[in-house]
Nanobody, 122 residues
Framework: QVQLVESGGGSVQAGGSLRLSCVASTYTYMMGWFRQAPGKEREGVAAIYTLGGSTNYADSVKERFTISKDNGKNTVYLQMNSLKPEDTAMYYC??????????????????WGQGTQVTVSS
């Protein structure tokens, strides 16, 4: 069982930045970030293939968020810039035991972190 520990959430004003970190207990093939706002479904934000480093983003965060990795530390980061109030949500780190093009689908991931809250005020 892969354990994931997120950190870096918090409160920020619109236009600000935050960086989320997720440390995995072991190597995984694909890691992603999802978010869930109250009353909404969990949505894929970004994902990275840990072997080649290819990345994917939801349209709503392109040009503002950047996912990156440090394989030596089994850590994935989500740099979030130009934050908007609509980015407010609980953010979850997820890891998959295999690579899939359906990075945005929650069921593609086998392991989940406990979540970290991001709140953006206007």
């Amino acid at each position: 069982q892969v354990q994931l520990v997120e950190s870096g959430g918090g409160s920020v004003q619109a236009g600000g930045s935050l960086r989320l970190s997720c440390v995995a207990s072991t190597y995984t093939y694909m890691m992603g970030w999802f978010r869930q706002a109250p009353g909404k479904e969990r949505e894929g934000v970004a994902a990275i293939y840990t072997l080649g480093g290819s990345t994917n983003y939801a349209d709503s965060v392109k040009e503002r968020f950047t996912i990156s990795k440090d394989n030596g530390k089994n850590t994935v980061y989500l740099q979030m810039n130009s934050l908007k109030p609509e980015d407010t949500a609980m953010y979850y780190c997820a890891a998959a035991d295999y690579v899939t093009s359906r990075w945005y689908v929650a069921s593609a991931y086998n392991h989940w972190g406990q979540g970290t809250q991001v709140t953006v005020s206007s």
